[in-house]
């Protein structure tokens, strides 16, 4: 699940000047959700890969790990329908 999360936060890296730039935001709190790590991440994002690396899971740790990311993300999915469903329902 970290790394579904933690790993999203490479892509929203790129979003943040989106949306900076959109809603004419300064680097600051109003953008922190998205870029908290700021100029840090990739530093922080090779380290947590590293240490995943070394961490010598075996292949029934390594199949446990997948399975838990892919319903992390499909759990954000479904989160995300359900968003769109109710703005779209209140509109």
Same mark, same amino acid.
Not at 16 to 40: I, M, N, S, W
């Given at each position: ?33 998205? $870029? ?26 390594? $199949? ?28």
């Amino acid at each position: 699940m970290y790394y579904v999360f933690e790993g999203s936060k490479n892509g929203a890296r790129y979003l943040v000047k989106r949306v900076a730039a959109t809603y004419d935001l300064k680097p600051g709190p109003g953008l922190l959700y998205l $870029d908290p790590h700021g100029e840090q991440q990739p530093a922080l994002w090779a380290q947590y890969k590293a240490r995943m690396d070394a961490a010598g899971f075996s292949p029934q740790d390594q $199949d446990a790990i997948v399975a838990a990311a892919q319903q992390t993300f499909d759990l954000v999915a479904e989160v995300d329908d359900q968003v769109q469903a109710a703005s779209t329902a209140a509109e």
